[in-house]
């Protein structure tokens, strides 16, 4: 990611994870998970799309390993598009050019974690082949 481009993703990152966690009384939280993904030395903006130097989306990930192979693969952080350019296919450009930049890079796994009640993201993942390789569960403690 260009210098350039950071201000336009961590804006557009922040917008995204306030509407989808409902957490606009947590902007100072996010801002400081967005700027610990930045300073990560593996961490990467894989496809940024822009239009008219508007952005209009990313992909962000990290490399990581697995902690039991210890195979190395690529961690989809996150994905976003604005939302008015949200319904026209640009997320799986996006999709497709992070699975094109995982090839090119040797990685024989991306993997990403979906919230179980995005529909739109699990149809996503599905339609490009995602499949479930595990389950992550909680439980409540009062």
């Known amino acids: 990611m260009k210098e350039e481009d950071k201000d336009d993703v ?15 009384d947590y902007k100072e939280n996010i801002k400081a998970i967005i700027n610990y993904y930045y300073n990560r030395k ?17 992909m962000w990930t990290i490399e990581t390993d697995d902690i039991i192979t210890g195979e190395k693969f690529c961690f989809g952080l996150y994905l976003a598009v604005k939302k008015e350019f949200r319904g026209k296919n640009y997320s799986k450009l996006i ?12 990685y024989k796994k991306f993997k990403f974690t979906v919230r179980k009640n995005n529909d739109i993201a699990l149809n996503l993942h599905y339609d490009m082949g995602a ?3 595990k389950y992550e569960m909680s439980i409540d403690i009062d």
């Open 131 to 133: 499949k479930i390789d």
């Open 10 to 24: 961590f804006s557009l990152m922040q917008e995204c994870l306030e509407e989808e966690y409902n957490a606009y």
């Open 95 to 106: 999709y497709e050019e992070t699975l094109k930049f995982c090839k090119e890079n040797n």
């Open 42 to 58: 593996d961490s990467k903006i894989i496809c940024l799309f822009k239009k008219n130097d508007e952005l209009i989306g990313f």
